[in-house]
């Protein structure tokens, strides 16, 4: 979202001096200490330097060691009709084949791709193994071919955290269908806004959702937002509470019903790399909500190689990201990043403090979290219940954090590693956005860190702070954050508003030096 503050000077809030060097041993052992000895590179200034320098070179390198390719792309970036660039032409990929066919068909066929647990408490945990997720995905996928669904249909998916969710998103990605998700808390006309505007032609609900233990309906609001959506031709629901629905005949379709007697197999649309893979909308502050476009091939690069660098996800890594799927976050960094690098992830559906302020907690310790990213919204929730909570839990599992949503303060920065991190561990603060797709700012596993620092760019951008005519500012003052350079999983446009898109995004710093995209 592009930035909305007028530039000046920042009035220091507080002063932070306090830095956290990074422990030997994560150091050395982290993943992109691996590859940056693979380069000779000695230090983290060389290694954002040259990819900073090199940024071409280096998403290059990374969708060659991300991305598993039907046919290879001839070239790494085409900017001949800027601000439109495209990434990896020539290529042919699918992400769900990324994220989890060569999986399924390889030797983490039996490892976890997700650990769910279900907000009541009486409910059992399920455990689902990358073959398990290539068999739903299947069936899925062959049940939305059989309702006519093709590459590039439309499809609104508005669901509550259950791996239905995830399974939809994958069947869709497989048949080259662009999904359009609309975050299950959003009401009945946000819903149908969004579901007229990508012209949607299957939506997907379920019949409800358990919110604080009580089951809650779904269904009535997407009834009510399809009701004068022309391009909708069915809505598929989900049974997951058993509350009473009204029921279309002929429109409506039992998700059980769907894929009864499907095939396991489906084979993936081989895709252009810029063939559209989502679309996101974001509210923004005023007017209509913006459908952000974002392209499979660039997409499977930036989230996968970003939770590896930036979180260090290892082989038994069970990674926990708190957010809602229908945020960017979770698309990123619980469906697509973590099933491309083949992780084990966790999902839980509902709220933190149900039935008590130790949920989370309770959760870690049993699933055994070693990675755990989460919002400052959250942090804070925990620190007004005080230290005693995370204290009746062992939580010796987690050796990472992570912090996504809003700024972190100082204070809270502490309290997260303190009791959480049990005084020692890195707090890896991420800056980035919908319209990115995936991290720009954040510190790596080898940084120093500060509390309420979110450091540097990432390898492989260049992030820079402009003022109003296109002047970098001096250290200490405010301005406009700027992109100098694009990268692969960058939105590719807004859906049907070419204008609104080249306005927002290129028009305040076209015409300077350093052509910039404004965030």
Not at 70 to 80: G, R
Not at 176 to 184: D, K, L, P
Not at 426 to 437: C, F, R, V
Request: glycine share 8%; with cysteine.
């Amino acid at each position: 979202m592009a930035g909305e503050g007028k530039t000046g000077t920042t009035k220091v809030l507080q002063e932070e001096t306090r830095i956290f060097e990074p422990p030997a041993d994560l150091v050395e052992n982290s993943n992109v200490m691996k590859w940056m000895k693979k380069k000779g590179f000695k230090t983290e200034k060389e290694l954002r330097e040259w990819c900073s320098e090199n940024y071409v070179e280096f998403w290059d390198e990374m969708a060659k060691d991300y991305v598993d390719w039907f046919k290879p792309y001839t070239k790494v970036m085409d900017d001949s009709n800027m601000p439109y660039f495209k990434w990896f032409t020539g290529g042919l990929v699918n992400m769900t084949y990324n994220a989890v066919d060569r999986h399924a068909k390889g030797a983490k066929k039996d490892k976890l791709a997700y650990i769910w647990v279900p907000e009541p408490v009486d409910q059992e945990t399920q455990h689902i193994t990358y073959g398990d997720l290539y068999k739903e995905v299947n069936k899925f996928a062959n049940g939305l071919k059989s309702l006519g669904i093709t590459k590039g249909d439309r499809v609104s998916l508005y669901m509550p955290m259950i791996p239905q969710l995830p399974i939809a998103m994958l069947a869709c990605a497989k048949l080259g269908a662009i999904h359009s998700i609309v975050f299950s808390g959003f009401s009945a006309k946000g819903f149908g806004d969004r579901v007229k505007d990508c012209e949607a032609k299957v939506a997907i609900t379920t019949d409800g959702f358990y919110r604080r233990g009580k089951p809650m309906p779904l269904k009535a609001n997407a009834d009510e937002a399809v009701a004068d959506a022309p391009s909708i031709e069915h809505v598929i629901v989900y049974k997951r509470t058993g509350i009473d629905v009204d029921w279309k005949e002929g429109r409506d379709v039992w998700w059980h019903d769907l894929i009864e007697g499907q095939s396991e197999e489906c084979e993936p649309e081989q895709l252009d790399p810029e063939h559209r893979l989502f679309i996101l909308y974001t509210s923004g502050t005023t007017g209509k909500p913006k459908g952000i476009e974002h392209a499979q091939g660039g997409y499977i690069v930036g989230p996968a190689q970003t939770l590896d660098w930036v979180f260090d996800i290892k082989e038994n890594d069970v990674w926990w990201c708190t957010a809602d799927i229908g945020w960017i976050t979770g698309h990123s960094y619980i469906v697509y990043g973590p099933l491309c690098l083949g992780a084990t992830s966790m999902m839980y559906e509902g709220s933190p403090d149900f039935p008590d302020f130790g949920r989370w907690w309770k959760i870690i310790e049993e699933n055994k979290v070693s990675v755990l990213y989460t919002a400052p919204t959250a942090i804070r929730m925990f620190m007004k219940q005080g230290e005693e909570w995370p204290a009746k839990f062992d939580l010796s599992s987690l050796r990472l954090l992570g912090s996504v949503g809003e700024p972190i303060n100082p204070e809270a920065w502490i309290w997260y590693r303190d009791n959480m991190g049990a005084g020692k561990l890195q707090i890896m603060d991420t800056w980035w956005q919908t319209e990115t797709g995936t991290f720009l700012n954040s510190p790596l596993p080898i940084t120093p860190l500060k509390p309420g620092s979110c450091c540097f760019p990432l390898p492989g951008f260049n992030i820079n702070v402009y003022d109003e005519e296109g002047n970098e500012v001096p250290l200490g003052e405010g301005g406009n954050i700027v992109s100098e350079t694009p990268w692969p999983s960058m939105l590719r446009a807004f859906y049907k508003d070419t204008e609104r898109y080249q306005k927002e995004y290129w028009s305040v710093y076209w015409d300077t030096p350093k052509r910039g995209t404004y965030l």
